[in-house]
């Protein structure tokens, strides 16, 4: 536990370093001096590409030209399995659903009182 609280106080040290330098270089960058120009310079034109001989694209079979698939053997049927009967599920005894009346004790009686 102490290791990971030492490598989280680096690495917020780090980014509060890193964050003071980022500041610093943006206010730098905002105090220079406007950049020159560039003059646009006029591009000489592309040199045109001779026409290439185009490949010839083979001709590909058309679909009603396949041969048919092959059908599927039939496969075998199943042996039948005879079915389990479970026996019945006994019978939920029902939830009461009238609150008992809870007996109250009566007070102590009083002490009597002496003259």
């Known amino acids: 536990m102490g290791y990971f609280n030492c490598i989280t106080l680096a690495f917020l040290m780090a980014l ?5 330098n980022v500041g610093q270089a943006a206010r730098h960058l905002q105090q220079l001096p406007p950049m020159p120009t560039l003059s646009t310079a006029t591009l000489p034109p592309l040199p ?3 026409n290439l001989p185009q490949p010839t694209i083979p001709t590909m079979p058309r679909p ?3 041969p048919p698939l092959p059908t599927m053997p039939a496969l075998p049927s199943l042996p039948s399995v005879p079915r389990a009967t ?3 599920l006994p019978s939920m005894p029902s ?3 009238a609150i008992p009346s809870i007996p109250f004790l009566s ?3 009083s002490p009597p009182a002496t003259p």
């Open 16 to 20: 509060s370093f890193l964050s003071i």
């Open 48 to 50: 045109s590409i001779p």
């Open 64 to 66: 009603g030209a396949l």
């Open 86 to 88: 479970l026996p019945p």
């Open 95 to 97: 939830i009461p659903t």
């Open 107 to 109: 007070p102590p009686p």
